[in-house]
């Protein structure tokens, strides 16, 4: 039985990977910062998650929705923590944990690793600055590590969604919510399930000549 590592898998878009993953039929370890995770840890300690990765043994299938939205205000009002917290979480909690369980993959010649990015990595969203810059830097991470690991075996991917009905978003500004939700062509938010068939497809073996690549799943919002 394949083992898959699901960071974020306690609620929103983790937690429909995880499910969906489930049912594919692979042993699912959740990753999260709640009580009830498989493995509390947080992602942007590299300390932990090496230790993790030590005790969790081998992992075929990487799926990193760990995130925070980050401060919703101008550019000039983000404080140097709120910006250095966001790429933390987003950006430094992907690298670490592909640093962690990559090589292993690469030894045994399969794997899968699905990173996520977000819309705003690619359009940016006013008054989201740093969380649009870290998705963007995720993608580019991908990219990059999806060329690296070509003729290895394994493949990595990134996911873009717009706004899904997530408890991440619950917590958005109304006002936010509506203009996002406006640009989506659809003009209704995607349900978890809807992108956990995208990452259950792209953890699979039917995905073998995609890498590097960044699928969307938004309504219409981006066609690039």
Known sequence: MRRAVVTGGMSGLGAACAERLERDGLEVV????VAGADRVVDVSDEVSVARMAREVGE???????????GPNVPLWEVASSEWRRTFEVNVDGVFTMCRAFVPGMAERGWGRVVNMSSMAGKD???NLSAYSA???AVIAMTKSLGKELAETGVIVNAVAPAVFETPMNAATA???LERLT??????????PEELAA???WLASDECSFSTGAVYDISGGRATY
Request: cysteine-free; charged content about 20%; glycine content about 8%.
């Open 174 to 176: 109304p006002e936010v």
């Open 198 to 200: 995208l990452v259950s």
């Open 30 to 33: 959740r990753v999260d910062l």
């Open 134 to 136: 870290s998705k963007a």
């Open 124 to 126: 940016g969203n006013p």
């Open 182 to 191: 406006s640009l989506i062509p659809m003009k209704r938010l995607g349900r």
């Open 59 to 69: 992992v075929n299938v990487l799926v990193n929705s760990a995130g925070v939205v």
